[in-house]
Nanobody, 123 residues
């Protein structure tokens, strides 16, 4: 059974940093595209950052320059380093993985999802 388990969320003030982790089990994702999405109350799930099987990364414009996604294939874990957090970053952050190595920013293209971790940024 494939599981993605996120951790690292919390309540922080504007300008602070957080590092989210997504630990995968049940299969290896070293050849897969993985991503972080977020969903705020009353809003649609939106793409935050993605990493291809070869390490190439893509970011939403809203987080570019502040967030960094990375992947540790040996640990089967994906990270999201979030710096200079803003109130508009408040959301549930979800880790997602595809069965293929092809990248997509569309949530519907992802086959596996974690339960999410809450990030709240107070001003």
């Amino acid at each position: 059974q494939v599981q993605l388990v996120e951790s690292g969320g919390g309540l922080v003030q504007t300008g602070a940093s957080l590092r989210l982790s997504c630990a995968a089990s049940g299969r290896t994702f070293s050849s897969s595209a993985m991503a972080w999405f977020r969903q705020a109350p009353g809003k649609e799930r939106e793409f935050v950052a993605g990493v291809r099987w070869n390490g190439i990364t893509t970011y939403a414009n809203s987080v570019k320059g502040r967030f960094t996604i990375s992947k540790d294939n040996a640990q089967n874990t994906v990270y999201l380093q979030m710096n200079n957090l803003r109130s508009e970053d408040t959301a549930v952050y979800l880790c997602a993985a595809r069965s293929t190595s092809y990248y997509s920013p569309a949530a519907g293209r992802y086959d596996y999802w974690g339960q999410g971790t809450q990030v709240t940024v107070s001003s």
